[in-house]
């Protein structure tokens, strides 16, 4: 089991910049992917981005595409996602999740260990 612990959220206005950590902790997981999923109130759980550990390949959703950037850290076992330019549609609980594969997937369930989420909301 991974253990992922989110922190950096808050509140924003459009236009500025956020950053979002996750430490990882728990079984070894080099040939990982760590990704990033949001998900706003009353919608379904959406792919933001994710990155593969060993190789630190990423792969961005169309919506966030240029404005948000996954970074890992391998000393401290900590996966950044640096938003910038955000818009009020990116309001949401952002969640970082582990997959014990190494290809980068968009669904929720084939991500096996979620950290609790970390509130972003930007105003308008």
């Known amino acids: 089991q991974v253990l992922l612990v989110e922190s950096g959220g808050g509140l924003v206005q459009a236009g500025g910049s956020l950053r979002l950590s996750c430490a990882a902790s728990?079984?070894?997981?080099?040939?990982?992917?760590l990704g990033w999923f949001r998900q706003a109130p009353g919608k379904e759980r959406e792919f933001v981005g994710a990155?593969?550990?060993?190789?630190?390949?990423?792969y961005y959703a169309d919506s966030v595409k240029g404005r948000f950037t996954i970074s890992r850290d391998n000393a401290k076992n900590t996966v950044n996602l640096q938003m910038n330019s955000l818009k009020p549609e990116d309001t949401a609980v952002y969640y970082c999740?582990?997959?014990?594969?190494?290809?980068?997937?968009?669904?929720?369930?084939?991500?096996?260990?979620w950290g609790q989420g970390t509130q972003v909301t930007v105003s308008s």
């Open positions: 728990g079984r070894t997981f080099s040939s990982n992917v």
């Open positions: 990155i593969n550990w060993s190789s630190g390949w990423t």
């Open positions: 999740a582990a997959r014990n594969e190494a290809i980068i997937t968009k669904r929720p369930a084939d991500y096996t260990d």
